[in-house]
């Protein structure tokens, strides 16, 4: 079993739809949580860190639920410019470090 | 401005043949790693540096070496390339990845786009 996973999708949505996305992680000691975002294999970019008490930056709203080890992502108003595969990073402890694992990521695609 | 730059942005190379990817940073980050992205698999780790000097295998680690012999660098050797090693190569950095401190995210570079014949 994959330390992180995400549903790869693709998630089809109409402009102006909320999507939510989640992601499951195994190590029950893992610490920081991110989302970023990738573009075509382009490299993956920041699109926010996830807080315990759950955060927002505009029309995205991360959340962490440490019980049921899952972070999600939640985009209100989808643009064609939020079509992209969004990546799930946990920062695992296999020693004194954390180090980032990554979900496989999920695809959304925004239409007209 | 430049962050993470990495060297070169595209390469071929034919089985058997060595390199080595460059990749440097900036930004005086202790953590840097390289990951490798495969179609369906997503990024995966190959290596890692908690900071100069020292250096950890990833999930991936076999046909690879690095080292980090100062802070700003980390480079990717590719020993005897084989086909299966075709892939797009990222370089990442962050300030710090201790246990008990803030962990900061990555920042990544352009990548590496390899091709093995």
């Known amino acids: 079993r994959k330390e992180v996973e995400q549903d790869p999708g693709p998630f089809n949505v109409p402009e102006g739809a909320t999507v939510a996305f989640n992601c499951t992680y195994s190590?029950?000691?893992?610490?920081?949580f991110f989302w970023y975002r990738q573009d075509c294999r382009k490299e993956p970019k920041l699109l926010m860190s996830?807080?315990?008490s759950g955060n927002e930056d505009g029309r995205f709203t991360a959340q962490l639920n440490r019980a049921s080890q899952y972070i999600s992502l939640l985009i209100r108003d989808s643009k064609l410019s939020d079509s992209a595969t969004y990546l799930c990073?946990?920062?695992?402890?296999?020693?004194?470090?954390?180090?980032?694992?990554f979900g496989r990521g999920t695809s959304l695609i925004v239409h007209p | 401005n430049a962050g993470v730059t990495q060297t070169p942005k595209f390469q071929v190379l034919k089985t058997g043949q060595s390199m080595t990817l460059q990749c440097a940073q900036d930004?005086?980050?202790?953590?840097m790693s390289w990951y490798r992205q495969d179609p369906g698999m997503g990024l995966r780790l190959i290596h890692y540096?908690?900071?100069?000097?020292?250096?950890d295998q990833g999930e991936v680690p076999n046909g690879y070496n690095v080292s980090r012999s100062t802070t700003e660098d980390f480079p990717l050797r590719l020993l005897s390339a084989a086909p299966s090693q075709t892939s797009v190569y990222f370089c990442?950095?962050?300030?710090?990845?201790?246990?008990?401190?803030?962990?900061?995210?990555?920042?990544f570079g352009n990548g590496t786009r390899l091709t093995v014949t």
């Open positions: 990442a950095s962050s300030s710090t990845h201790r246990v008990g401190s803030y962990n900061s995210p990555l920042h």
């Open positions: 930004m005086n980050h202790e953590y």
């Open positions: 190590n029950s000691a893992s610490q920081s």
């Open positions: 990073v946990v920062n695992m402890t296999p020693g004194g470090s954390y180090i980032p694992t």
């Open positions: 540096s908690v900071g100069a000097g020292i250096t």
């Open positions: 996830v807080y315990s």
